[in-house]
T-cell receptor
Framework: ETGVTQTPRHLVMGMTNKKSLKCEQH?????MYWYKQSAKKPLELMFV???????ENNSVPSRFSPECPNSSHLFLHLHTLQPEDSALYLC????????????FGPGTRLLVL | AQSVTQLGSHVSVSEGALVLLRCNYS??????LFWYVQYPNQGLQLLLK??????LVKGINGFEAEFKKSETSFHLTKPSAHMSDAAEYFC?????????????FGKGTTLSVSS
């Protein structure tokens, strides 16, 4: 595998389900990000991890819970989501200390019923 | 605070025509600027970036962008559009020396190319 991978690519869940999104980067980077992309809205930053510590949380509802066990892996745990949470969730990584070029995964398309 | 404005949510060109996608930024520090492209059902792919070196930046797929500080602009151009250029394009800004700080994206411009 190369670059940034995300699984699953598609996910359908009910509002009472619990699921997790996974992101893995194979670039040796030390910062990882979760973005939400909704139709007709700019990309919204959700979480930033730098050197495995969370450095930014843009007032995301608690039904979204990130986890970064090491510099290569990032999870987004989902529970009791709402239909308006349906979106494309993008993961990205970068190398802190350089020009912050972020490399993105293909995203997980989430539908909440 | 930094921000990005992309003028025109939708641009349509004919195959072979000039592509011009506009981006204006606001930043209190010398910015780093990026253009990303997103094809349907895919993530974002870096086209090019400006990092305070040359003001004219060349990227992949024949795209280039010029940093104009006086106009606070970073417009994306391609001399001759190809059908495969149809996609959504995002301009983004980031400040230097900000460890772990995410990019600020514009709302995106959808490029349509007709034959």
């Amino acid at each position: 595998e190369t670059g940034v991978t995300q699984t699953p690519r598609h996910l359908v869940m009910g509002m009472t389900n619990k699921k997790s999104l996974k992101c893995e980067q194979h670039l040796g980077h030390n910062a990882m990000y979760w973005y939400k992309q909704s139709a007709k809205k700019p990309l919204e930053l959700m979480f930033v991890y730098s050197l495995e510590e969370r450095v930014e949380n843009n007032s995301v509802p608690s039904r979204f819970s990130p986890e970064c066990p090491n510099s290569s892996h990032l999870f987004l745990h989902l529970h009791t989501l709402q239909p308006e949470d349906s979106a494309l969730y993008l993961c990205a990584s970068s190398q802190v200390g350089t020009v912050e070029t972020q490399y993105f995964g293909p995203g997980t398309r989430l539908l909440v019923l | 605070a930094q921000s990005v404005t992309q003028l025109g949510s939708h641009v349509s060109v004919s195959e072979g025509a000039l592509v011009l996608l506009r981006c204006n930024y606001s930043s209190s520090v010398p910015p780093y600027l990026f253009w990303y492209v997103q094809y349907p059902n895919q993530g974002l792919q870096l086209l090019l970036k400006y990092t305070s070196a040359a003001t004219l930046v060349k990227g992949i797929n024949g795209f280039e962008a010029e940093f104009k500080k006086s106009e606070t602009s970073f417009h994306l151009t391609k001399p001759s559009a190809h059908m495969s250029d149809a996609a959504e394009y995002f301009c983004a800004v980031s400040g230097p020396n900000q460890a772990g700080t995410a990019l600020i994206f514009g709302k995106g411009t959808t490029l349509s190319v007709s034959s």
